[in-house]
């Protein structure tokens, strides 16, 4: 007789226990509450195949209550993936173990997203359901036929991306999007009566969710409930009733459970009540076995599937299109063009140009906006809306939802076959910050299209004008953030960003800015991080760096200088992070390490100067705004904040006069 | 006979236009819909006194749609507020006009809040709610007996915040709060179907809100909803259908009108439409004499709330806890206490020492936290929860609402009466931090307590491990960031927050940390910023420079130097930013200006070195975290990192090698 669902689920409360006793650190409350529903799902729904994780028309599962990853680590080692091993498990949350203190996608196979910080799992998994539901439309129902299913706390559903995501897979109506909520009615400061009095239930039927209840604690009715969710065209919301910590017996119930270890005792008597052996660690042979059958559940489907791939006329082109490389061939004609025909143009609105020969020869993409689409320049000619009713659409509407939109682009390309990039207002990148981290941590590629990108956005003002936002972004890992300064460098910036591994932030201006790269080169110039635009005429007293908006200032500037005998060369700096990627030599040529004396180093950049001593050193000179902004029509902000070549010229000139050097 | 609602509606829509149109930039659609509702407001419902716009007991209004200022530009003048005046209005969004692009506290008194980042009016205007209700507690309705009206768009209810924050209100039951939203069914990209399906009253019922509608454009259909919304116990949304730019013939109803000018041929249309004055600016006499006699309906509220005052035993009391100075008698014993019993304590826990003694005698503050209770230590021993049937109740249980709890800390803030204070994790800064930003642009005094500041918080890894946080907050402009070294620098931190006007951040460990300043002194170290803790006792050649959790490590390495004949001074750093406000006697006193080779500097901070150069120079050593951290035990991490006495002093060696300084 193979063991009963209760049982199975009985050897993830073991681990789960048994980790975070070890570890003496974890959450061991959710993953035994939702132990049944969980097995459930992966015993009797759930697609996949632990031989293959990266099976593309596998389901996907995400565990949006992270801080429960005992729950997944357990469920990939019952299942039979290679990775965790047990003993991998037994060094949970310590160094170098892939069972680290949350699910980590770069760390396991099997593992969609990297979940913890809360409502994102959720968020990430309408992205998924939204990539699926967009190759389908291209590939049809014998490649791409899966579904996503999520996990998720009372957490995750408090947080206010959670409204963003549940309203737009509502609209979108990503039937095949499934949320197994956890009501176990605890969070961390107790009782969710002491912050919560909503009908949650009734919000998601506000938003066009099917929306079913059972007892988490039964798999056979948690099964049912998922039957129901998958034949419904709906998102399916499932309320799962459960008790956290359930099985620790006198400790269940209570957030005592919910992020510390239950103690010796307890785990020794909660052993008892579950029927398990009293080894720590120890998975009754009949249930690893039945848990490995489990796992075996996805391997017939799978064969078949990569029959049906082989067998398809586009099979070369689904595979193409999953690899994720992106096209190139649109640049060099591009620039050409553009050399050839030079125009003042926002860097906003070059990107749309790029983003025209784009969107011809690379079929990835998937553009969008949080409602700014005419600003932020980011809908192409033949883009049609991705919609309910046109899921081949390649453009979506995402409205005013910032973080919402980020968090699904992380998914799509963790989904991957897409490539989203998403534009708002460079200063609502703090709406998205949260996401736009995890764009960095798992190595997503997102392009983020941030326009109106300084006080050069004129009269919408302080709330509006970005001050610290270059920094801030520069300063997460793995990030990289451009602000080219032309329609040359904004071409060159999304061929970098189209082929980084990693996501980019493009920083755009509203305001036109002449073309300052008039000559076509050989070499994409952007990909140094910064380049000598403009060498100096005299002796080389001077390095202006400048990025963006302000280049073309600090060319006009130069000359001034220049008028004055004082040589300066011109250096533009799309991206930080790649220059402090070059070889010393490279850096060495560009920014000389002399005295401040004898070559005065000079940042501009319309936004805060802080971290500019990187390059400027400390006794170079930055020029910036440290303090909000102004409303005011963008010329008249420029001229208050001295960000004009003439005012830049007199400060350098001043400086140098104190500074001894003229 | 008076003018007709409708007319005095008109005159707002008139000056809307114009000055959209003279400024060509701006959002017209947004006060020419919500024209009739605003003037029923502001003529019948709304308790203010245009003669003191400070008066405590008025209702507040908040204009969440902050895109739509012109509608509050043309109500504070023609209620009659001294500003803005005419003249300013035709100023409208130019440099130095108080009628900047989005509504600014700063600017105008009348203008309770900083709006135009979306869904942060209505959950700034859910804090001052709550405020309202917490001095009602303490002062009764004689005192204090208001409202908070919000008119709030699309966009508003659309961000996630909105979630967070109308889940708070219906939570806390605030009856107080009454929004009136313009169901305009447009956004910037066109239909709101473009983007949403929910039923957003249905949303609003299923958090316990009062829903009501009514023709937005019919003000004595709005002026019925605001009974009624007055006489119900629960927040109240009101669904006002409007028409976007309504009373511009051609263009009503379109997203055209959302933001940009009408153009000079539609304003005149709609002058004729309207029955206006065909001259811009033009406001007939009567409508302006209607206006200001609206604008005089509160003044006999006023006087008899003045007398109340006079006759009341709280007077002094409430003046006093309005005034918002904190005593801070509470420091001197406090540090006394700690110098005499030296103990490693977390400065987590340290915060909460502090504040036993600050809530004993500071009556302002209001704490809380993000469903983080135990962990962010901000809650005292005497501090009950502040809920709907305890608004006396001092301390707060937001939920999983990092972004809700920050906003609503500032509306309590700008409310005034109150100090609030919240916690989560410094990682989850991110999470709140569009409205951190709108803290410092508002000069809310708001401080944020957030823990777990670095790897220090051990397992639960990358996904909680700030790395980037720290600098991202120090480059906000206005944000005081403090992070303390142990327990006698935390209280010194929470007394300078307390005395500031603005906003400040806490950064505290989760990990224990012994005393560094083991002697009581006059003066408050942290006041300077940085201060040197140890001085060098060989000749000094190396100046450390630590943070937080890194002078303990600081010290050590610095006595492991000493030991090699290497004289290093120790410089703790709580607060960048107030040491970059000192006199440069002083900052020259603590960083002398030399070469890095005659005297290093070293910065050890666990974070991201970015920005660093500012005080260890581009020679200098900067000792920190420039990636994502690790899942694993706190020691674990540190040793992972290299952040140990050993290793930070080996470094330094062996860079002085390098250097040739040994």
Redesign the interface.
């Known amino acids: 007789m193979p063991p009963t669902q209760r049982r199975l689920a009985n050897a993830i409360r073991a681990l789960a226990m048994d980790a975070v006793e070890s570890?003496n650190?974890?959450h061991p409350g959710m993953p035994m509450g939702m132990a049944d529903a969980a097995t459930a799902l992966f015993t009797r729904h759930l697609k996949f195949d632990p031989a293959d994780p990266h099976w593309p028309d596998r389901d996907r599962f995400i565990l949006s209550a992270?801080?429960g990853s005992m729950l997944i680590y357990a469920l990939l080692y019952l299942t039979g993936y290679d990775q965790p091993t047990l003993d991998d498990i037994k060094r949970f949350?310590?160094?170098?173990?892939p069972c680290?203190?949350?699910p980590?996608n770069f760390e396991l196979p099997g593992v969609e997203v990297?979940?913890?910080?809360?409502g994102q799992g959720l968020a990430m998994a309408v992205g998924m359901a939204i990539a699926e539901r967009h190759l389908n439309a291209t590939y049809g129902d014998d490649l791409v036929d899966h579904r996503t299913f999520v996990i998720a706390g009372?957490?995750d559903l408090?947080?206010?991306?959670?409204?963003?995501s549940v309203?737009?897979a509502?609209?979108l109506k990503l039937g095949r999007l499934i949320v197994l909520w956890d009501d176990n009615k605890i969070?961390?400061?107790?009782s969710t009566d002491?912050?919560?009095?909503?009908?949650?239930v009734?919000?998601h039927?506000?938003?066009?969710w099917q929306t079913l209840e059972c007892d988490g604690l039964d798999g056979g009715k948690v099964s049912k409930a998922l039957d129901q969710a998958v034949a419904d065209e709906r998102p399916t919301l499932i309320r799962c009733k459960t008790i956290i910590g359930y099985g620790a017996p006198n400790l269940q119930g209570t957030a005592a459970t919910h992020g510390a270890a239950l103690g010796k005792a307890e785990v020794e008597a909660a052993r008892k009540e579950l029927g398990l052996q009293p080894e720590e660690f120890a998975i009754p042979q009949d249930l690893l076995s039945g848990w490995r059958a489990a796992g075996q559940r996805g391997a017939t489907a799978r064969a078949q599937w990569h029959r049906r791939l082989q067998a398809s006329g586009k099979k070369d082109q689904l595979l193409a299109q999953l690899g994720g490389q992106a096209d190139d061939s649109w640049l060099k004609p591009h620039i050409d063009a553009l050399v050839g025909d030079p125009k003042p143009v926002a860097t906003r609105k070059a990107s749309e140009m790029a983003l025209e020969a784009i969107n011809a020869v690379v079929p990835n993409t998937i553009g969008g906006?949080a409602?700014?689409?005419?600003?932020n320049n980011t809908k192409t000619k033949t883009q049609e809306?991705l919609a309910a009713d046109n899921y081949g659409g390649r453009y979506i509407?995402?409205?005013?939802?910032?973080?919402?939109m980020a968090a699904a682009m992380n998914g799509m390309a963790l989904h991957g076959g897409v490539i989203p990039y998403g534009g708002t207002f460079l200063?609502?990148t703090?709406?998205a910050?949260?996401a736009i981290?995890?764009s960095?941590?798992q190595r997503a590629k997102v392009i983020y299209v941030m326009t109106h990108d300084s006080i050069g956005l004129?009269?919408?003002?302080?709330?509006?004008q970005p001050?610290?936002h270059l920094?801030?972004l520069?300063?997460?890992?793995?990030l990289e953030v451009y602000r080219p300064a032309d329609a040359v460098e904004t071409a060159e910036c999304w061929a970098l960003a189209l082929a980084s591994a990693g996501p980019s932030v493009l920083a755009l201006t509203r305001q036109n800015l002449p073309l300052v790269r008039t000559q076509a080169t050989a070499e994409n110039l952007s990909a140094r991080g910064a380049y000598r635009l403009k060498p100096a005429e005299a002796t080389r007293t001077v390095i202006l760096l400048a990025t963006g908006s302000e280049v073309e200032i600090a060319l006009a500037a130069a000359g001034q200088l220049e008028g004055q005998g004082v040589g300066a060369d011109v250096v533009s700096m799309p991206c930080t992070d790649r220059f402090d990627a070059q070889p010393a030599e490279y850096r060495e040529d560009i920014l000389p390490?002399v005295s401040n004396r004898e070559i005065l180093r000079v940042s501009i950049e319309a936004g805060?100067t802080?971290?500019w001593?990187?390059y400027t050193?400390?006794h170079g000179l930055r020029i910036g705004i440290?303090?909000?902004g102004?409303?005011?029509?963008a010329k008249?902000?420029y001229d208050?904040f001295g960000l004009t070549p003439d005012a830049v010229a007199a400060r350098v000139l001043d400086f140098m006069t104190q500074r001894g050097m003229r």
């Open positions: 570890a650190s974890g992270g801080h949350r310590q160094l170098g173990s680290a203190g949350h980590e990297t979940t913890g910080p809360l009372d957490g408090m947080e206010g991306v959670n409204h963003e309203g737009l509502g609209h969070t961390i400061d107790g002491l912050s919560r009095s909503e009908d949650v009734a919000r039927a506000a938003c066009g906006s409602d700014l689409t005419g600003s809306p509407y995402y409205g005013i939802r910032e973080f919402g200063v609502f703090d709406y910050r949260p981290r995890l960095a941590l004129g009269e919408d003002g302080p709330t509006h001050i610290e920094q801030s520069r300063a997460i890992p793995g390490d805060t802080f971290g001593e990187r050193g400390l440290d303090r909000f102004v409303s005011a029509p008249d902000a208050y």
